[in-house]
């Protein structure tokens, strides 16, 4: 499998030399009259161990957010994660505690390998992608309010080119329409919008392409 390549010390190498990109990926043009918020989410890296001598490749964990009526992002597929509190030093910081918040998962056992570029949201949000490595298994206790369940999915699965497609939403002509990553449906769940490109980048470090 492709990414059984990767050690954990080589995905933290990448993620350094990808860290030299200044720029701030787009996801609608931005008018620059109100300054965006700053957030972080954590890609939390697993390698089953039950599974790791048939299958040692890597895979990515993810949250369905819990439904809200009022929430843009109600239901969807995510990374752990949200704004930054005042008291944040910095966008590593804020990443672990939103995934201790959401997942009661202890900072202590997750190994940060690096950040990436960030992601400025069409919603106001400039969001800082942290990648961590989570011992496997461990015990999470996902806060109900706000995450409706947890699951992973395959490095190599995603990424597959034929298993995702971009295209204009919410329609051509819309004032906010954009580019958007729409993964394949998979055991009833679609990646896809912010979250779809953060995973794509993240590939992108790893094994750079066109």
Request: net charge negative; aromatic share 8%; glycine share 6%.
């Amino acid at each position: 499998m492709w990414s059984s390549r990767f050690t954990a010390a080589a995905i933290a190498d990448r993620l350094a030399l990808a860290g030299g990109q200044e720029d701030t990926r787009l996801e609608h043009a931005a008018d620059g009259a109100v300054p965006p918020q700053p957030a972080s989410v954590l890609l939390p890296l697993i390698r089953p161990a039950y599974d790791r001598e048939r299958d040692p490749s890597w895979r990515l964990l993810f949250i369905r957010r819990a439904r809200h009526a009022h929430d843009r992002h109600s239901g969807e597929v995510a990374f752990p994660g949200g704004r930054a509190d005042p008291g944040d030093p910095h966008p590593v910081a804020t990443a672990l505690r939103e995934t201790e918040e959401e997942l009661g998962l202890d900072p202590r056992q997750i190994e940060v390998l690096g950040q990436m570029r960030p992601f400025r949201t069409v919603s106001g949000y400039l969001v800082t992608p942290v990648v961590g490595l989570i011992p496997w298994p461990v015990a999470l206790r996902p806060e109900p309010t706000e995450v409706a369940e947890v699951f992973s999915l395959p490095l190599d699965w995603l990424r597959e080119p034929a298993h995702r497609h971009n295209r204009l939403w919410p329609a051509p002509g819309h004032p906010e329409a954009r580019q958007v990553i729409f993964y394949q449906e998979r055991d009833g769940r679609c990646l896809w919008g912010v979250s779809a490109w953060i995973t794509v980048d993240f590939l992108r470090c790893l094994e750079p392409w066109d």
